[in-house]
């Protein structure tokens, strides 16, 4: 079996098939951890779990970019959120949704549920950014203050945390240390989809993250070595995980199901990591048998499932 850590069957582009792609993901032996992003995807994601018995956990928290900052447009992607208001006079569906600030209660309130084995995603992402100096460094204050603010929840549960950083290792890295070290906060958790130096995945790793690895391993990215940083990367700290709908494996393509299109790309779903995990096993020299063992280990350790 597999553990596909960290997907998104809660987002709007499972919106008519969620239930199918769900079945056709325990009939594959994949379970799967489905990831909120605001306070409507979290709750569809515990509403989603809490319909099957097993083998379907939910993570409840606030994106950094649906984080209302007022600094940064907001817009929605179709495959994650429905359309809500239609920009007037607007001639493509471009959407601009409110965004939130984190509330504590009603978080803490949704991960109540058996089902929630996490706290996420949160962190920083700082891809769209404003441009001044002053707004720039209000903007990272806000998100520094929504991730601070989860992860009070997560100690407070005793969950583990997943993050999401774009473009801002250097901060999450501050964050954490001080966490840490400081105020010796006990935090677990996972750099989902990391890309970054092995001087940070160095980093993540002594401070005892697991790391999140999926689709985009078969990507090209300026200054990042993704064989090397799996061959940096210690089994028993390895996760694997499709970021469904996004980050679709290539090798997939071929035998796709369902040729859906979601914003453009060919739908990914939970069924496909086992070609994250072929493609690690590849790296390290393991069969896939053993892969998967390892990394449900990793999951259920992680996870507490
Ligand atoms: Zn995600």
């Known amino acids: 079996m597999l553990i596909d850590t960290h997907a998104h069957v809660n987002f ?65 992607d179709p495959a994650e959120l429905p359309s809500a208001t239609h920009e007037a006079g607007a001639e493509e569906i471009i959407i601009r949704a409110r965004g939130e600030s984190f509330a504590y209660d009603k978080y803490r309130e949704l991960a109540k549920s058996k089902k929630v084995v996490a706290i996420g995603e949160t962190g920083f992402d700082y891809y769209y950014r404003p441009k001044t100096k002053r707004k720039l460094e209000i903007f990272k204050e806000k998100q520094r203050l929504g991730l601070c603010q989860q992860l009070n929840l997560a100690k407070e549960l005793n969950l583990p945390v997943i993050f999401h950083c774009r473009m801002a290792h250097q901060d999450l890295i501050e964050v954490l240390n001080l966490q840490l070290t400081t105020y010796n906060l006990q935090l677990k958790g996972v750099m989902h989809c990391f890309v970054g130096s092995l001087e940070q995945l160095q980093r993540y790793l002594e401070m005892g993250f697991y790391i999140g690895f999926d689709g985009i391993i078969f990507k090209k990215i300026e200054g990042i070595d993704f064989e090397e940083i799996i061959k940096n990367t210690p089994l028993d700290k390895i996760l694997i995980e499709t970021d469904c709908p996004y980050l679709t494996p290539p090798i997939s393509v071929n035998q796709h199901l369902n040729q859906q299109e979601s914003a453009g790309m060919l739908r990914n779903e939970p069924i496909f990591v086992k070609y994250i995990a072929e493609r690690i096993a590849k790296i390290k020299g393991l069969n896939f048998e053993e892969i998967a063992k390892i990394t449900t280990e990793n999951a259920k350790r992680l996870f507490n499932i």
Do not use: C, F, Q
């Not at 969620?18 to 605001?38: F, H, P, Q």
């Not at 928290?61 to 907001?74: A, F, N, Q, R």
């Open 12 to 76: 709007n582009a499972y919106k008519s098939d969620a239930d199918e792609v769900i079945r056709r993901s325990l009939n594959d032996e994949v379970w799967m951890i489905n990831v909120g992003t605001s306070y409507r995807t979290s709750k569809k994601a515990v509403e989603i779990a809490e319909k099957y018995e097993k083998g379907i956990y939910a993570a409840v928290g606030l994106h950094p970019i649906h984080l209302d900052t007022g600094l940064v447009k907001i817009k929605n």
